[in-house]
């Protein structure tokens, strides 16, 4: 499906810092990308509901994650889902007596909106579990090939016992895995399954509920096989990082993993199947209290930003914190962002009217680095950037003109934080 529309990243001098990540599969602090083309997979949105800012603050996160790739010298190659039919999309529309296919559209476009108004780079595939549906198929075809599923009541399952290497990427114990399958959308308690973690691949036709004909009967696939075929379907059966909320390690993440390593393999000299590296950001709670949509203490972006919101003060308050930790969405917060911001551009702009030495505007990738310290100049990199950037006609502009900023008019961004205005500092990782 369409992804939406990318904002300009200028070229900077010389080359940023090679990102490292905490990896949740070892614990470790590790290099992020494993080759010139940094691969990434983000599990998406199911689209029921508008976007909110614990949303934004992960979509926020994987973006300084490929904006420091393509600092460090790298290409890029991101692929993102969007669970375009499940039961959560099926239930709200129930609920509402709205078509689930209308109501799936409307979300979608609005988290478009939303994403381009954050300055988020865009996917180079934002994948539709419903147009994916014959890669899904095809996928969980290969898994029944290699006899890991079984059949329920005309649903498919996955044994997890076809995958020696289950459950290693969270690291949890059994008890713990079956708690968080239950919590998060499993049937641990169903009976006739064979292990109360095995998951559903594809659901027979329930009444009432779209399907779609296939080797399995008509039906539609589980969430986890989505992501396991459209991953691997777009980026190979290995790639650099698979990310996503704190929320998803499992059974989400494990699930996909699983499935692809009975697929294409557990083991061999390039390691097992599916991502070389997890990547988790923490949630984001309201004044200290978990978002949910049962207490309604949900903040969207969308909101948000019809309130007046300047959209990179939202970006500056997510990027505040740092992105591993469960942390606060607050008034304040954003008050602190806002006037952070405004130092920043009123600096840029203060900056842009000091002429440079010739050509400092236009240096680009791969011209040296100004010295970072020593010198006399402290970080002298700061002094070209803010030369380049107040060469642009109209953005010593940034300051002050409110919501607009980052709303369209506004095409340049720092690489590292993706903030207009050129005010952040190389971020840390990890
Ligand atoms: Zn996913």
């Known amino acids: 499906m369409d992804s939406w529309r990318a904002a300009v990243v200028p070229a900077l001098p010389g080359q940023g810092t090679e990102p490292r990540i905490h990896d ?123 006899g890991a599923l079984y059949e329920l009541e005309g649903d498919q399952y996955f044994a997890r016992s076809a995958d020696a290497a289950f459950g290693t990427m969270p690291r ?46 008509p039906g539609r696939p589980g969430w986890h096989v989505e992501c396991a075929a459209i991953a691997t379907d777009y980026l190979g059966a290995r790639f650099d990082v698979q990310a996503g909320g704190t929320d998803l390690i499992f059974p989400h993440h494990e699930m996909s993993a699983s499935h692809a390593r009975v697929v294409y393999g557990g083991s061999g000299p390039d390691g097992p199947a599916f991502a070389r590296r997890y990547l988790h950001a923490g949630m984001i709670r309201l004044d200290g209290e978990k978002m949910s949509k049962s207490l309604g203490n949900l903040v969207f972006v969308s909101a948000l930003l019809a309130q007046g919101a300047d959209p990179m003060a939202v970006r500056l308050a997510l990027l505040a914190g740092h992105y591993r930790a469960d ?62 950037a107040g060469e642009r006609p109209g953005h010593a502009g940034c300051a002050g003109r409110g919501r607009s900023v980052g709303g369209g008019n506004h095409r340049h961004s720092h690489p590292a934080s993706g903030l207009d205005g050129r005010g952040g500092a190389r971020p840390r990782h990890g």
């Open 24 to 146: 949740t599969a070892t614990g470790q602090l590790v290099p992020a990308a494993s080759g010139r083309t940094a691969t990434i997979y983000a599990c998406g949105i199911t689209p029921y509901d508008a976007t909110h800012i614990g949303h934004a603050a992960t979509f926020v996160s994987w973006d300084l994650l490929i904006r420091a790739w393509r600092d460090a010298g790298h290409d890029v190659r991101y692929v993102q889902n969007v669970t375009d039919v499940d039961d959560p999309l099926l239930e709200r529309a129930d609920r509402d007596g709205e078509d689930w296919r209308e109501l799936a559209a409307r979300e979608i476009a609005r988290y478009r909106s939303d994403m381009a108004a954050l300055r988020v780079l865009p996917p180079d595939a934002l994948v539709g579990a419903v147009e994916a549906l014959p890669v899904i198929e095809r996928f969980a075809g290969q898994l029944a090939d290699r």
């Open 172 to 217: 949890l114990d059994p008890d713990t895995m079956v708690e968080l399958f239950a919590e998060r959308g499993g049937d641990p308690g169903r009976p006739g399954k064979k292990d109360p973690l095995d998951p559903l691949v594809w659901l027979a036709a329930r009444p009432g509920e779209p399907h779609w004909p296939s080797q399995f009967g």
């Open 327 to 388: 942390r606060d969405w607050t008034a304040a917060g954003l008050a602190a962002a806002e006037s952070r911001l405004a130092r920043w551009r009123a600096a840029v702009a203060r900056a842009g009217a000091i002429p440079g030495p010739p050509g400092s505007a236009r240096v680009g990738r791969g011209t040296p680095r100004s010295p970072r310290s020593g010198g006399g100049r402290g970080r002298a990199g700061a002094g070209g950037r803010a030369r380049a």
